[in-house]
Structure formats: C-alpha cells, structure tokens
C-alpha cells in the first residue's frame, strides 16, 4: 500500500467513525482521523502502511519547524519594533532550490512570505532559483543556508 491509499484508508476509517457515532461534524471526523491513524500505526506492517506514517511525521517536524521560524520571526520583528535603534539589513537574494514541482515551489515560496521579514519576488524562468526579500540579512549565506537547509529540505522530505 502506497502513501496515498493509506491516506484514503484513513478517511475512510474517520468517516466509518462518524456514521458510527451518529453525528458527521468536524470534531468527530477528527476523532476518527486520528482512531484511523492508530489503527493504521498499530497494524502498518500488516497493511504496509509505513510509507504513509512516515510522511506524517515528516509532515509533523514541518509543522513544527515552521511554527518555531514564525515564532522566533515575530520575536525578531517586535525588538526591532520596540527598540530605539533600526536592526534591519535589508537585501534581495537569489537561492537555488531544489523544488522542482509547481506545489513544492509554491509552498517554499509561500511559507517564506508567511514568515515575517521575508518575501517571495519570484521564481526565475528555469524554476531552479527563488527571489526574496529578507529584512535581516546579516549573513546572506546563513540565510540561504537556512532556507535550503531548513525550510526546503522539510518541504522536500513530505512532497518526495
């Protein structure tokens, strides 16, 4: 079983919950998805589901390193705010990626512009490079290094 019947598996699984509980909302949807979830963990080498749990946690750690990016960003954003003295070192950058998809490139380039102090331009003709605007650049191979590193590589890890 592939990644993708597992996760069709695992709706199917969250609305059998639904109609067995009697009511289709969200929060029983949800309930079910997560009973499916560990229905197919416990029995993944029975139903050859290991593909697919591997991708949610790989769709987890995603989650988190973005969250953690968008804390630590906001924190970067309001000292500056807050202090007296301007830390900007603002620059445009030009990363190559690795993306390769129209859902991988777009994806990296939105959750670079979700994070605050940086922005997406553009995507070059070839699609091999990404153009963005960064309001902190102190070290513009740190932040080529932490978006091809970081974030890319995670975004990579799910979509591949």
């Known amino acids: 079983m592939n990644a993708t019947q597992a996760f069709m598996w695992n709706l199917l699984?969250?609305?059998?919950?639904a109609l067995a509980v009697g009511r289709v909302t969200v929060g029983t949807l949800m309930t079910g998805f997560v009973a499916g979830f560990v229905t197919l963990f416990l029995t993944r080498r029975a139903v050859g589901a290991e593909a697919?749990?591997?991708?949610?946690?790989?769709?987890?750690i995603l989650v988190a390193y973005f969250l953690l990016e968008l804390v630590l960003a906001n924190l970067r954003l309001a000292y500056d705010i807050l202090t007296p003295t301007h830390h900007m070192r603002p620059a445009?950058?030009?990363?190559?990626?690795?993306?390769?998809?129209?859902?991988?490139?777009?994806?990296?380039?939105n959750l670079i512009s979700l994070t605050p102090g940086t922005l997406t331009l553009?995507?070059?003709?070839?699609?091999?490079?990404?153009?963005?605007?960064?309001?902190?650049?102190?070290?513009?191979?740190?932040?080529?290094?932490?978006?091809?590193?970081g974030l890319e590589k995670k975004i990579l890890d799910v979509t591949r």
């Open 13 to 17: 699984l969250a609305v059998f919950w």
């Open 52 to 60: 697919y749990l591997l991708k949610i946690r790989r769709a987890a």
């Open 92 to 109: 445009i950058l030009a990363i190559p990626i690795e993306a390769k998809t129209d859902g991988e490139i777009t994806l990296l380039a």
């Open 122 to 149: 553009d995507v070059s003709a070839d699609r091999r490079t990404i153009y963005i605007h960064s309001m902190y650049t102190y070290d513009v191979e740190k932040v080529r290094r932490d978006i091809k590193e």
